[in-house]
């Protein structure tokens, strides 16, 4: 059974920075393309930040770049995305997402993701 499961959301200023992680059980995070998700109140799921399978490329949102960082650790089979200089338009529930995929692709649409993690909550105050 594939379990994504994140951790590491909370409570902070803006300005502060926070390190998500998502741990996945049930598959190899190697082999599979991951993403970052969220969706704010009010608004559909959007793509933040992903990862080719093959670890060599990355995507950004425009609205993260430059503050938000995606990475993998294999032997820890778990994906990360720290977080700096957060601003309250970073409030939002944010989902690990995974994809077997050819190596140098990161689908951007939430559809072409068939494994999610239940969301973890930031909220970024003023």
């Known amino acids: 059974q594939v379990q994504l499961v994140e951790s590491g959301g909370g409570l902070v200023q803006a300005g502060d920075s926070l390190r998500l992680s998502c741990a996945a059980s049930g598959l190899t995070i190697s082999n599979y393309a991951v993403a970052w998700f969220r969706r704010a109140p009010g608004k559909e799921r959007e793509i933040v930040a992903g990862?080719?399978?093959?670890?060599?490329?990355?995507f950004y949102a425009d609205s993260v770049k430059g503050r938000f960082a995606i990475s993998r650790d294999n032997a820890k089979n778990t994906v990360y995305l720290q977080m700096n200089s957060l601003s309250p338009e970073d409030t939002a529930i944010y989902y690990c997402a995974a994809r077997f995929t050819g190596l140098s692709e990161i689908p951007k649409a939430p559809s072409n993701y068939a494994y999610w993690g239940q969301g973890t909550q930031v909220t970024v105050s003023s």
């Open positions: 990862r080719t399978r093959s670890g060599d490329s990355t």
